[in-house]
């Protein structure tokens, strides 16, 4: 790729550097800790990654970190996968998160929408009341540290009480969205045995309201490790027989009692997607989440007690817990439950205006449908407290950065990140004192040394290679649950390049410092020994009003050819033509390969997705070569089973 120095879309005035955490930050790390004054971030990045333990050190000195038990050294060890991260130390996450209700009392700490769109606050005060009372029932309930507790929740404030609670009280919080499935929901709890779980009646999405009992009743049957069921009355229904209501739980004015905990003891079990087989339950500990998602958010997404943080997501998704965590900068975190669109395609505008959020985050899919809706933020809505709208989920296609400019404010600070559930956190993406180029991710995150790798380990700049982090992150799991021997752990991350994380995404390390996401290398496009990323036919091909969403794969075939079909899911009244056929196959020929053009163009009625909104190549690609639907993939991690029955009956009758 290009080298060449390009005009960035947005350079942060000299006010905004100097007013930036990530700057008072830098000058303090090289006053206490010998971090370079001068360089800017470049310079303190790597620092950051040649002086691991003395960053670390320092983010946790800057932040006030609480350790009742003082830590031995910063890393005890730092092999991955197996790195022990300030080993001796105690504390405990929860009390961090509500450290604000010292000083804050009756601010808002959350501020929770539905689709009325009327925000309605919960303070500072109340969350911790609510979390010591609720804590206080758990360990009546015998919940000891190490125990499961799961949610079976919508983004709503009882969730992150919930959450708060069970680390409080050292526990294991786990959750999943009220629209996953019961099975969807069994493939993930049962691998980690929750004591209790708490669960709502229904909830309301596109205007409607979908009552979830009949599914709480299996769940409920299908866990026999609980002692509990916790009932949250959304729709307004009685709480079942047997179950706890959540109102007597949360009652009691109880300050809460904060177990001291190990720095690696579990916070909570996230989950891949599973889609071609159980999810992974991945576990982060309550110290590594703690330490990177202060680093994260205090400096990377320059979070304070002055802003109001909203990200669009659901408890099924790592950037709910990732939302959470704004709480540990004291900053105002905005919960909304409902759905992205309603009642229009502005509707997360609408939201960002009404709560004065300063942080919105999005899913770059969600940018581009409102640029193919024609939305204009800025002329229906007052956006003025905006400072940063941030994407992940995909690659933002330099069209949604342009559209983002000239959308929302040319001031406008836009930061595409890329990371992963396995770590809870970026390894690319916001710096507030850096340009902003089109298509490009600003820098690596601070202590993160993000490598691009040729398959023999060679690190390379301005050419696509493997996602490698070489030096361990805190967030970085501890272990997958029921994974005894950590086969499946290590099988997952570190069997391509041994001791390096693969993340297995394809990237570009620009000579200027910044970061191009490809796509999966796990679905890479390989025609003639040329590598590219679904990521980048997507974006071309998207551009055409034409075509609503896409899918494209590569198979090798028996004799040793290659095909490449592109799928597309049509806008409503296009066809698809010659015309449209000749455009498509022009776009990628001209703006990406001409070996990259596809050999089919086939029209389909949808594209399937995980339940977290990621298209699913790899699956539809062991459909296409003939894998059963059963072991192509989890059937309870797809949004819409029946559109895979579409790309099975292809398999069958192509000839």
């Known amino acids: 790729m290009s080298t060449v120095n390009p005009q960035p879309l947005w350079q942060p005035t000299a006010e905004r550097i100097a007013e930036a955490r990530i700057t008072r930050f830098q000058a303090w790390a090289a006053e206490h800790h010998g971090a370079p004054a001068d360089g800017g971030y470049a310079a303190l990045h790597r620092w950051s990654v040649e002086e691991l333990e003395t960053f670390w050190k320092a983010v946790t000195e800057w932040f006030d970190v609480r350790f009742t038990t003082p830590y031995e050294r910063?890393?005890?060890?730092?092999s991955m996968p197996g790195a022990q991260w300030f080993p001796g130390a105690t504390l405990n996450y929860a009390e961090h998160a509500l450290r604000a209700a010292d000083s804050r009392a009756d601010e808002p700490a959350l501020l929770h929408v539905d689709e009325t769109h009327d925000p309605?606050?919960?303070t500072w005060a109340d969350l911790r009341r609510q979390v010591g009372s609720l804590a206080a029932e758990l360990r009546a309930l015998g919940?000891?540290?190490?125990d499961r507790v799961s949610g079976y929740l919508p983004n709503i404030p009882e969730a992150v009480v919930a959450l708060l609670a069970t680390a409080a009280v050292g526990g294991v919080w786990t959750s999943c969205a009220p629209d996953f499935g019961a099975r969807s929901v069994l493939d993930r709890f049962q691998q980690v045995e929750p004591v209790v779980l708490f669960t709502v009646d229904g909830y309301r999405y596109g205007g409607k309201a979908h009552d979830r009992r009949e599914i709480v009743a299996e769940l409920r049957r299908e866990l026999p490790t609980l002692r509990a069921v916790v009932h949250i009355p959304l729709l307004g229904t009685d709480a079942p027989d047997g179950a706890l209501e959540w109102s007597a739980l949360t009652a009691a004015d109880t300050a809460p009692v904060f177990e001291q905990v190990p720095?690696?003891?579990?916070?909570w079990v996230l989950y891949s997607?599973?889609?071609?087989?159980?999810p992974k339950a991945i576990v982060q500990s309550q110290g590594g989440i703690l330490v990177e998602h202060l680093k994260q958010l205090g400096l990377h997404c320059d979070l304070g007690p002055e802003d109001r943080f909203f990200w669009y997501t659901s408890t099924g998704w790592m950037m709910w817990n990732f939302l959470v965590s704004g709480l540990l900068t004291g900053t105002t975190v905005v919960l909304y439950d409902g759905s992205p669109g309603h009642p229009d395609t502005g509707a997360q505008w609408r939201i960002a205006e009404r709560t004065g959020a300063t942080l919105y985050g999005t899913s770059a899919a969600y940018v581009m449908a409102c640029r193919k809706a024609g939305v204009h933020p800025s002329r229906d809505h007052d956006l003025s407290a905006v400072k940063c709208v941030a994407t992940t989920g995909s690659p933002l296609p330099p069209d949604g950065f342009r559209w983002l400019h000239d959308e929302v404010r040319h001031d406008l600070w836009i930061a595409s990140v890329s990371g992963g559930t396995d770590v809870c956190s970026c390894f690319a993406g916001a710096v507030p004192t850096l340009p902003v180029h089109v298509g490009e991710l600003q820098a690596p995150c601070l202590g993160t040394d993000l490598q691009s790798w040729d398959p023999s380990g060679k690190p390379l700049t301005d050419e696509v290679g493997e996602l490698v982090v070489t030096n361990p992150m805190p967030s970085m799991p501890t272990h997958f649950w029921n994974d005894p021997d950590g086969s499946r752990y290590h099988d997952s991350y570190f069997d391509t390049y041994p001791g390096v994380w693969r993340h297995g995404d394809w990237i570009t390390l620009t000579s200027r410092g910044s970061v191009v996401i490809h796509g999966r290398s796990d679905s890479t496009l390989n025609r003639q020994g040329v590598r590219m990323g679904s990521a980048d036919i997507y974006e071309a091909v998207e551009r055409l009003p034409e075509?609503?969403?896409?899918?494209?794969?590569g198979i090798e075939q028996p004799d040793g050819g290659y095909w490449?079909?592109?799928f597309v899911h049509l806008a409503p009244g296009a066809t698809l033509d010659d015309d449209l056929t000749d455009r498509i196959r022009k776009t990628i020929r001209t703006q990406l390969s001409p070996r990259h053009v596809p050999d089919e163009i086939i029209e389909v009625p949808g594209i399937p997705h995980t339940l977290t909104g990621k298209r699913i190549e790899v699956p539809v690609k062991r459909l296409l070569q003939g894998t059963p639907l059963e072991k192509a993939v989890n059937p309870g991690s797809i949004d819409n089973l029946d559109l895979l029955a579409h790309y099975q009956e292809l398999a069958r009758t192509r000839p």
Do not use: A, Y
Request: hydrophobic share 40%; net charge positive.
């Open 143 to 146: 919940v000891r540290p190490g």
């Open 263 to 267: 720095f690696d003891h579990p916070l």
């Open 564 to 566: 490449m079909p592109l």
């Open 547 to 553: 075509i609503k969403e896409s899918l494209v794969v």
């Open 74 to 78: 910063v890393l005890g060890d730092r």
């Open 120 to 122: 309605r606050p919960v």
């Open 273 to 278: 997607s599973g889609t071609t087989g159980l």
